[in-house]
């Protein structure tokens, strides 16, 4: 079992920044792939970004490519999501995730979750 915990959501005005941080339970963290997703009301979750489990390898919906940076400290069981050049678009809740599946973009692909971590960026 791993459990996740977000925080460094808030409010931010359009073209400002937020680093969110999810740390994990457990001591196999750096067998995880840890990706981000996020999800407006109305909307299905989608995926933002994702890490390999030493962090060498990074994966960004086009979405957030050159703004979105995803990084990982495994000695502190920590996956950081750096978020720049907000836009009133990026408002979501923001999850963390892991999965035993290599670079996995799909949420189905993820078997556990944080409670997720709200951004709103006002315009």
Same mark, same amino acid.
């Given at each position: 079992? *791993?459990?996740? *915990?977000?925080?460094?959501?808030?409010? *931010?005005?359009?073209?400002?920044?937020?680093?969110?941080?999810?740390?994990?339970?457990?001591?196999?963290?750096? /067998?995880? /792939?840890?990706?981000?997703?996020?999800?407006?009301?109305? +909307?299905?979750?989608?995926?933002?970004?994702?890490?390999?489990?030493?962090?060498?390898?990074?994966? =960004?919906?086009?979405?957030? +490519?050159?703004?979105?940076?995803?990084?990982?400290?495994?000695? +502190?069981?920590?996956? =950081?999501?750096?978020?720049?050049?907000? +836009?009133?678009?990026?408002? %979501?809740?923001?999850?963390?995730? @892991?999965?035993?599946?290599?670079? @996995?973009?799909?949420?189905?692909? =993820? %078997? =556990?979750?944080?409670?997720?971590?709200?951004?709103?960026?006002?315009?």
């Amino acid at each position: 079992q *791993v459990q996740l *915990v977000e925080s460094g959501g808030g409010l *931010v005005q359009a073209g400002g920044s937020l680093r969110l941080s999810c740390t994990a339970s457990g001591r196999t963290f750096s /067998t995880y /792939t840890m990706g981000w997703f996020r999800q407006s009301p109305g +909307k299905e979750r989608e995926f933002v970004a994702v890490i390999s489990g030493s962090g060498s390898i990074t994966r =960004y919906a086009d979405s957030v +490519k050159g703004r979105f940076t995803i990084s990982r400290d495994n000695a +502190k069981n920590t996956v =950081y999501l750096e978020m720049n050049s907000l +836009k009133p678009e990026d408002t %979501a809740t923001y999850y963390c995730a @892991a999965a035993n599946i290599v670079l @996995a973009v799909s949420a189905a692909r =993820y %078997a =556990y979750w944080g409670q997720g971590t709200q951004v709103t960026v006002s315009s």
